[in-house]
């Protein structure tokens, strides 16, 4: 930028100029000048009173036993409950998530891919902040649709995000993007999750022919981990023949016939991206590119074992996914669950089109019919909750079987999301095992989400 000025003005521009420079180089709060773009504007005037009005309430602590006792037993009275709490919570949550992405160091901000998200979170945000009180069935009939549209409007936001801090991967340390992208993930987590909850209930009101007993909203009280492994693994196995032109078999062990209370799209998540690693590695190790092997590629083994019967600790049902795909090297395993560390190579960058950005809905039902949830008969249509993969390097047209490396922490942080946990084990040179330890959400009331 160039400024033409007269010599009696001289001093008044030069303080204007260090003002501007300080502006730019200054590691400061996210902050841009209109003239930026309207993607990179300071917070809009419409909205800044009612972001500082939230900032002084943070959303509060809400237990998985308060979000099931909407459904519980399911009348009327319960859903205006919900709805009133939704309109409660879910603006303080995107206010939390506005005022963290305003925080970020200017350079990052300014990112057209961060400010894209901000941008959406800042719309939703007023959307949601500024709807009148539901009083009543017929009004809630037209939130619900409202609701619905405003979780599809963030659907890309992970692919999104993933590009955006790729990008600025220089302007803050692994450590810096790693808390970011866990808070953001899990304020996701929770705004879908009691915006999904609500959808649910709100249509087995509507419906009740099409609800299922099994069900409480999203959660399905018999769950199956072997049904679910089966249909999930059918998915990978073709993604993984597409793409490597082979595929491992599968075996499923230990007690086929559990069943527990989860949440059936969040154990597709988890499924499909460690499966997607193992039937890489294991491809990749014992099947040569021109379709040749000396020996046939060995099966991964998932056993299922049921929670013990003992009262003494929270209920967990585990699942061992063991593969024989050369495992991890030593030097690598510091690494595994950092965001962006992947084995894939890396391809040029595209956003759309299917591209290596392009978000891809995961597993089974959620990946073969447009993002059908699997979470049974509550009526979420093609809103799948989790139903993108960040992707990038080896690619078809049904998805892809390497990514940007988000598949493991992200299915770790959906474990630890209900007080369960994931742990790699790693045989350098031999293969891999991943136990994922699930709380049974029927013995969870006490989790805090």
Not at 257 to 282: C, G, M, Q
């Amino acid at each position: 930028m160039y400024l033409v000025t007269r010599p009696s003005s001289l001093s008044h521009c030069l303080a204007k100029r260090a003002k501007v420079t300080r502006l730019y180089t200054r590691r400061r709060p996210f902050y841009v000048p209109a003239a930026a773009g309207p993607n990179d504007s300071p917070t809009p005037a419409d909205i800044a009173p009612l972001l500082d009005e939230y900032a002084k309430h943070p959303p509060r602590p809400l237990t998985l036993s308060t979000l099931l006792s909407f459904g519980r037993p399911l009348t009327p009275e319960s859903v205006l409950n919900s709805v009133e709490y939704v309109l409660s919570e879910v603006p303080r949550m995107f206010g939390l998530r506005v005022r963290a992405f305003e925080e970020l160091p200017f350079i990052v901000g300014v990112n057209p891919f961060i400010a894209r998200i901000l941008a959406n979170h800042r719309k939703s945000f007023k959307a949601i902040a500024t709807y009148p009180p539901v009083r009543s069935l017929v009004e809630n009939v037209r939130f619900t649709e409202q609701l619905e549209a405003l979780v599809q409007s963030h659907s890309n936001d992970i692919p999104v995000m993933a590009k955006g801090f790729q990008e600025c991967s220089r302007y803050m340390t692994p450590e810096q993007i790693s808390s970011f992208l866990d808070s953001a993930i899990r304020n996701r987590l929770a705004v879908r999750l009691l915006a999904e909850q609500h959808i649910a209930i709100s249509r087995d009101l509507q419906q009740p022919e099409l609800a299922s007993q099994d069900h409480v909203g999203v959660v399905e009280l018999n769950c199956s981990p072997s049904k679910m492994i089966r249909t999930v693994s059918s998915f990978v196995a073709e993604l993984c023949e597409a793409t490597l032109g082979a595929a491992p078999e599968v075996i499923i062990d230990g007690e086929v016939d559990a069943t527990f209370a989860y949440i059936p799209v969040h154990l597709e998540y988890i499924l499909t991206e460690i499966l997607k690693n193992s039937f890489r590695a294991s491809v990749e190790r014992h099947y040569r590119q021109d379709g040749s092997s000396k020996d046939p590629i060995p099966p991964v083994q998932l056993t299922i074992a049921p929670p013990p019967t003992s009262n003494l600790h929270p209920a967990v049902l585990c699942i061992r996914i063991r593969d024989q795909g050369g495992g991890v090297p030593p030097a690598n395993i510091p690494h595994i669950f950092s965001y962006s560390f992947t084995t894939a190579r890396l391809s040029e960058d595209s956003e759309t089109g299917g591209g290596p950005y392009a978000a891809q809905h995961v597993g089974g039902s959620a990946a073969l019919d447009g993002g059908s949830g699997s979470g049974g008969g509550n009526g979420l249509g093609n809103s799948s909750l989790f139903g993108e993969i960040v992707s990038r390097g080896v690619q078809t047209g049904m998805g892809t079987i390497a990514g940007l490396g988000y598949g493991l922490p992200m299915s770790r942080l959906y474990t630890m999301y209900f007080g369960g946990c994931l742990e790699f084990l790693s045989l350098d040179g031999w293969g891999s095992d991943v136990f994922v330890k699930l709380r049974c959400l029927d013995d969870a009331g006490d989790v805090i989400i």
